[in-house]
């Protein structure tokens, strides 16, 4: 069964933290680059981190040294650790796999899955 659960999304101010969770299907995690993506009102979802099996990371200009992508192999769990928050930051956070660890603009089309997203919203 396909499983990608996103939590720990909330309000908080600018330049607080969050740290986002994702539990996953081994069917999605397993041997899988895995990625956050984010989807702001009227913009198209994007990756703006992305971990591969072992632990190779790249970010999106926008979030890079501000947020922290980590995974656990042996529990299908992705993280996402979110510091010094701003309010373009806003958005619905998803995880999923990725095709490689490039970050940018995705077409939602080209994924046969994905979950409920957690929103993030920061105010200013």
């Known amino acids: 069964q396909v499983q990608l659960v996103e939590s720990g999304g909330g309000l908080v101010q600018t330049g607080g933290s969050l740290r986002l969770s994702c539990a996953a299907s081994g069917s999605i995690f397993n041997d899988n680059t895995m990625a956050w993506y984010r989807q702001a009102p009227g913009k198209q979802r994007e990756l703006i981190a992305a971990?591969?099996?072992?632990?190779?990371?790249n970010y999106a200009n926008s979030v890079k040294g501000r947020f922290t992508i980590s995974r656990d192999n042996s529990e299908n769990t992705l993280w996402l650790q979110m510091d010094n928050l701003k309010p373009e930051d806003t958005a619905i956070y998803y995880c999923?796999?990725?095709?490689?660890?490039?970050?940018?603009?995705?077409?939602?089309?080209?994924?046969?899955?994905w979950g409920q997203g957690t929103q993030v919203t920061v105010s200013a």
């Open positions: 971990i591969t099996l072992y632990g190779h990371t």
């Open positions: 999923n796999a990725a095709w490689s660890v490039a970050a940018g603009p995705v077409s939602t089309s080209e994924y046969d899955y």
